[in-house]
């Protein structure tokens, strides 16, 4: 007998799907330039969604018409529902933002930082105290709460800029490269805070670079260059999809690269990125006894970079620093 939902289930289940941000044909153009180039997605409530590719990808660009500080040049982009064209004011309430620069007030605490900025959402003194108390605590800055902000780490600053962004219990924190620069102590205890809002059910959208990052936060994430989209999936699904469970890399001069591909069948896909070979084939073990390798070689597991491998032609990382 099938299983009959109650319409209160049925709303509850439709609720945790609901789209929070929708993008369709989304386009932003400066002149000529074409920075993104009419791209679909959903964020849905309670997910990390990632958006990963290299600097200049179109990234910032696209969270920076979310929260209003770009309008759109042409398409579709609601939050909760809202045109953000056309109700700015009501959007920018929904949200948190976490920009890429710490813009930070140099000359105020900690803890004046998370005040001051509560003012911009009309939060009562008393009401803004209990919540910046309470997000200092969250991100272990209480022993710092009366330091000038100079005083701080990059990583303090960073999770003190996070803080912020939660301050008025936003429905969607946009988190924008929210590790870049940082050492990997300070990476990994963001990304322990983040897992921790995620884990929380915030919906959080992200922008990032780096492929470790979006493997471990993001439900989702789309890969971006040059400003489309070129996936859409879960890091698992992305990677088994485009790069298969492992990945034969082969080191050597070009004519060793040559003879090698000249051996290959149909099965086997290749990408040359210098004076390394990268081969995508079902069974990666197979493969490497069929060819004889002994030397120059590693396999190992796929990853979100070997999809951009794939997709793209070339490194995600090379890409990023460029």
Not at 111 to 128: G, K, M, S
Not at 240 to 267: C, F, N, Y
Request: net charge negative; aromatic share 4%.
């Amino acid at each position: 007998m099938a299983l009959e939902l109650s319409p209160e289930k049925l709303a509850e289940g439709q609720q945790s799907r609901a789209s929070v941000v929708r993008a369709r044909a989304l386009t932003k153009r400066y002149g000529d330039f074409e920075a993104v180039k009419g791209i679909d997605f959903d964020v849905w409530r309670q997910e990390c969604f990632g958006v990963l590719g290299p600097n200049g990808a179109g990234k910032t660009t696209t969270m920076k018409m979310v929260h209003c500080a770009s309008p759109v040049t042409s398409g579709e982009l609601l939050v909760a529902g809202l045109d953000v064209m056309r109700f700015p004011r009501q959007v920018k309430a929904l949200l948190g933002v976490v920009p890429q620069s710490d813009n930070l007030d140099p000359d105020l605490t900690v803890r004046q930082n998370l005040l001051v900025y509560a003012r911009y959402f009309d939060i009562a003194a008393a009401e803004a105290q209990t919540r910046s108390d309470d997000l200092l605590d969250l991100f272990q800055l209480t022993e710092k709460a009366s330091a000038k902000v100079s005083e701080l780490s990059g990583g303090m600053k960073r999770r003190l800029v996070i803080a912020r962004g939660l301050l008025n219990q936003p429905e969607v924190l946009l988190l924008d490269e929210p590790t870049t620069g940082l050492d990997p102590q300070a990476r990994h205890l963001v990304w322990q805070k983040v897992s921790l809002l995620k884990e929380q059910g915030t919906t959080l959208m992200l922008t990032t670079h780096y492929m470790d990052e979006a493997a471990r936060l993001c439900d989702r994430l789309v890969i971006m260059h040059h400003g489309q989209i070129l996936a859409e999936g879960s890091p698992r699904d992305l990677i088994e999809r485009h790069a298969g469970r492992e990945v034969l890399e082969v080191h050597g001069d070009a004519a060793r690269r040559d003879t090698i591909r000249a051996s290959l069948g149909a099965d086997v896909a290749t990408i040359e990125v210098e004076d390394q070979l990268f081969l995508f084939a079902p069974d990666p073990a197979e493969v490497r006894r069929r060819l004889g390798l002994e030397r120059d070689f590693l396999q190992r597991a796929s990853t979100l970079e070997d999809v951009f491998l794939r997709l793209t032609g070339g490194r995600l990382q090379e890409d990023a620093s460029g």
